[in-house]
């Protein structure tokens, strides 16, 4: 192969053998100034690429910082009244404050509720949002009443233990 491109060559006229030259050096400049520009063009986004994970590096660093701040920060207490209000403000939300009978706070962890007739999916959704609030159902009876769906519900809700 290499001897046919020599005779190739040799075969050629000394213009013609210019020629070649010429475009081969004019192919060769082409390509070296496109690669040229395609890696000044990537420089360009990989500079902005590092300059919002730069950005996004320090707030997630500020926000870790927060993290174990908080995190070391001692669990101020609530009183009493806050769990109850919490829980008193949920039951007039979900709108089941005409089926509430009770509700006592016989500590600042507990709170103790009595519906007399309540619909038993409204009670199941209800418990369902204060779990989501991390306030557990501690101990419960529901009782069957008369009317379909409808449960008499006596329990007690605690709030987390503080750590």
């Given at each position: 192969m290499r001897s046919a491109l020599h005779n190739a060559w040799r075969s050629r006229s000394p213009r013609e053998r210019a020629?070649?030259?010429a475009l081969a050096v004019f192919l060769g400049v082409a390509l070296y100034?496109?690669?040229v520009q395609s890696a000044v063009r990537a420089r360009?986004?990989?500079n902005s690429s590092v300059t919002?994970?730069?950005t996004q590096a320090a707030r997630l660093d500020q926000q870790a910082s927060e993290y174990r701040r908080l995190r070391a920060a001692p669990g101020t207490a609530?009183?009493?009244s806050e769990l109850r209000a919490l829980i008193q403000a949920r039951v007039e939300a979900a709108g089941l404050a005409s089926a509430l009978v009770r509700l006592d706070a016989p500590d600042s962890d507990h709170v103790v509720v009595v519906f007399g007739a309540v619909a038993f999916a409204d009670w199941l959704g209800w418990i369902t949002g204060l779990q989501a609030q991390q306030i557990r159902l501690d101990a419960c009876r529901i009782e069957a009443l008369a009317t379909p769906g409808q449960v008499s519900v006596?329990?007690?809700l605690a709030r987390p233990a503080q750590k």
């Open positions: 020629i070649l030259a100034a496109w690669f360009a986004q990989l919002a994970l730069r609530a009183s009493t006596t329990a007690t």
